[in-house]
């Protein structure tokens, strides 16, 4: 591993040379460059503080959604039927972030969402790599997720709400947008308890890295141009 003088994109190693923490590469910096060439390959920065350097890892077992196998309950369902909010996409992508790393979690103490993070990430979105789902109450933003674009396959980073239900209608804003444009699952990363019941699994890392290579040579897009720069 190189802690200093890194090239830029980095020459991520294959991910069937991680450790048994998944861990690739440390240090190397969130550049939109490096995030590209990183998710490209199955690998994500995955940092637990800014006063560390920033391990990149492609964990042994990777989380996905199936949207065959998507459950929605019959609340949500009712709540999505109900709702006067309104959804965009890559409206909003930075406050959502911000929203992402403001969140607290059960069992968390801060967030992974650093500021190196958050700039690593906008600048990502501002050259189209990088989306948002955004949850608006009127003018208010109430809810959303992000991720990256794959090369036709969206892996999802974060989300959050601030009223009840507005994360999991933004996930399924996105399963439809996703859906249009011909994808059938997406990449969560990690398993959760709530992902479970929504129908999410575990795969090796061997089954992930064989079908992203397989949605890669599609050359599907699931995002229009970014929006211009203000």
Not at 193 to 199: D, E, I, K, S
């Amino acid at each position: 591993m190189r802690t200093a003088a890194f090239p830029e994109p980095y020459p991520f190693p294959n991910p069937s040379l991680a450790d048994e923490d998944g861990l690739l590469a440390l240090g190397v910096p969130v550049t939109p460059a490096n995030l590209r060439a990183a998710y490209a390959r199955g690998i994500f920065p995955w940092p637990y503080s800014a006063r560390h350097p920033v391990p990149w890892v492609s964990p042994g077992e990777r989380a996905v959604l199936e949207f065959t196998a998507l459950h929605v309950p019959k609340t949500l369902r009712q709540a999505r039927q109900r709702t006067t909010w309104t959804f965009t996409v890559d409206c909003a992508f930075e406050a959502v972030m911000a929203a992402c790393a403001a969140a607290r979690r059960p069992g968390q103490r801060g967030t992974w969402i650093t500021p190196a993070m958050r700039a690593g990430y906008a600048a990502l979105h501002h050259a189209g790599g990088a989306h948002s789902v955004e949850v608006w109450d009127g003018a208010r933003l109430v809810g959303g997720l992000y991720g990256v674009d794959a090369g036709g396959l969206f892996t999802g980073e974060s989300m959050f709400h601030l009223e009840p239900n507005a994360s999991k209608l933004a996930l399924l804003h996105l399963v439809d947008h996703l859906a249009a444009g011909g994808a059938s699952w997406i990449d969560i990363q990690q398993l959760t308890p709530h992902f479970a019941t929504l129908g999410a699994r575990l795969i090796s890392r061997e089954e992930f890295l064989a079908r992203l290579a397989q949605e890669q040579q599609l050359g599907r897009k699931l995002f229009p141009l970014p929006p211009p720069r203000g």
